[in-house]
């Protein structure tokens, strides 16, 4: 297991290293995006407010950024390597509770261009959430903080990427993506942050 958390790691670094070497001579493709995680995984904490509403802390939800880069293989595929982190965090008047963690991921994408110009992108691929940390500190709920093991799962994903505009040097890409992953600690994985997801982004 070590080797493949490795190449998770690093891949995602290397990739985008070698934009600025190779540039657009190799055809490589910088991305960035931000996804929003919808509701769907185990809970970490629900706490009742005075008005009578709840919020609800999950280990999937939440919203998360990611950068990297796409380098082809073999046309019409793409490897693509990035790297990010996400955050999920509810509060109130008497505190708040976060989830967090950094991830790094490879994913192998079949791309269909369109006549107008546009492209449709479906990828699947490893992805690796480290250092994740549950945080609460709402009185009379909770206080204190709980590290979990760094986690390996695997992704989903369909990108939509716009015909590029002219002269503006990149185009804008919407899409979806399913995250299989369970954390845990002391090698047990009981806690599930799977998730469904809607993304925006940028792409050269």
């Known amino acids: 297991?070590?080797?493949l958390k490795t190449l998770l790691l690093t891949a995602p670094f290397w990739v985008i290293g070698n934009i600025a070497l190779a540039g657009q001579d190799l055809g490589i493709k910088g991305i960035f995006d931000m996804n929003i995680h919808l509701q769907g995984s185990d809970e970490?904490?629900?706490f009742y407010k005075s008005d009578g509403s709840d919020s609800t802390l999950t280990a999937g939800q939440g919203i998360s950024f990611r950068g990297?880069?796409?380098i082809p293989v073999y046309s019409p595929i793409n490897l693509e390597a990035s790297a990010g982190w996400?955050?999920?965090?509810?509060s109130a008047s008497n505190g708040d509770a976060t989830f967090t963690r950094f991830s790094a991921e490879v994913l192998a994408l079949y791309l269909q261009p369109t006549e107008s110009g546009a492209e449709h992108q479906i990828g699947a691929g490893l992805l690796y959430h480290?250092?994740?940390k549950f945080k609460?500190?709402?009185e009379g709920v909770c206080s204190g903080s709980v590290s979990f093991d760094a986690a390996t799962g695997f992704a989903l994903q369909y990108r939509f990427a716009l015909a590029s505009m002219p002269n503006q040097g990149g185009r804008m890409t919407i899409g979806a993506r399913y995250e299989s992953i369970q954390y845990g600690t002391s090698g047990r994985s009981d806690l599930d942050g799977s998730n469904f997801s809607l993304n925006i982004g940028f792409s050269q």
Request: charged share 15%.
């Open 86 to 90: 996400k955050q999920h965090s509810v």
């Open 136 to 138: 609460c500190d709402i």
């Open 1 to 3: 297991m070590k080797p």
């Open 68 to 70: 990297g880069a796409q």
């Open 44 to 46: 970490l904490v629900t």
């Open 130 to 132: 480290t250092a994740p």
